[in-house]
DNA sequence: AAAAGTACTTGCAAAATGCAAGTGATTTCG
DNA sequence: CGAAATCACTTGCATTTTGCAAGTACTTTT
């Protein structure tokens, strides 16, 4: 299971679709970003229930993508920590863009609504604070 | 052909993906806003080749979510336009985001890399601009 | 009146997804 | 120490979505 990413064109959207244009893919990135997800079973327990070989699926994408890396976990053998690249920590932005335009539009968790009132006083220090969280370790 | 979209959670991320979580939708969003496209012949021609079925499941989903509406053309009968929408137009955005985490990681066109270039001196301006581009109209 | 344009729809093969069960390597428990 | 549980997957198969080619119905051009 290592087929490569394949291009459609060199337009950069049509290229981030490639990469992440499906159901999963995003969600799984929300969770190491904003829900301090990092191995196999976490991803599973999300509420959206992504199956296991979708999840598997999505996670060597990423990882062929360069988005995120896999190391050994320090308590055990039998787990894998998965985190996210430089790359992954840069779709910060793009993720932050689409909370805040569903929760306009949508009808959204309460906490997520929170985070959206968060976002319109001063996008620039939640996205600031999100980096620093991630490129300090 | 008129299903309704099914939410998979109160997620706003997750809400968004059940909107254009797919290879297409965005595409279809990026003509509109960057490509000067509006009728069903001109989203055909982009250089990606969407197959005609998908293109009008696509317009009816982003009709169906309230990010494009309908309208007769002014020169004939026979051609339909399509425009956004105010939610539509709040995606401008997310493309943005999308475009320069794309252009900073991967291979893209000459006229992506000099878009990308004046995201980095003035984001807020570009943004600006597209916005007011949509609603002046 | 015929041909071309426009926005689709239809039929079918191929690919992706979803679900349940299974595998093999650790790790925990008695 | 051995059995059961945990962990990260893989496999098989049914269902759904996608992709391609062709067709349709209406309008416009010639």
Redesign the interface.
């Known amino acids: 299971m290592k087929k490569k990413i394949e291009?459609?064109?060199?337009?950069?959207?049509?290229?981030?679709?490639?990469i992440f244009?499906?159901?999963?893919t995003?969600?799984v990135i929300?969770d190491l970003l904003f829900n301090g997800k990092r191995t196999y079973g976490e991803f599973l327990e999300s509420?959206?229930k992504i199956a296991t070989n979708i999840l598997a699926d999505r996670l060597s994408i990423l990882e062929m993508a360069?988005i995120i890396s896999k190391k050994k976990h320090p308590d055990s053998n039998a787990k894998i920590l998965y985190n996210l690249t430089a790359?992954g920590i840069?779709?910060i932005?793009?993720?932050?863009?689409?909370?805040?335009?569903?929760?306009?539009?949508?009808?959204?968790?309460p906490y997520?609504k929170k985070f959206?009132k968060q976002l319109h006083k001063d996008k620039e220090k939640v996205v600031r604070q999100l980096f620093e969280n991630f490129t300090k370790k």
Chains 1, 2 share one sequence.
Do not use: M, N
């Open positions: 291009f459609r064109s060199q337009c950069p959207i049509s290229t981030a679709l490639d244009g499906d159901k999963w995003l969600l929300r509420e959206e360069g790359k840069d779709l932005p793009v993720l932050i863009e689409i909370i805040a335009w569903s929760e306009k539009y949508h009808d959204v968790h997520a959206a």
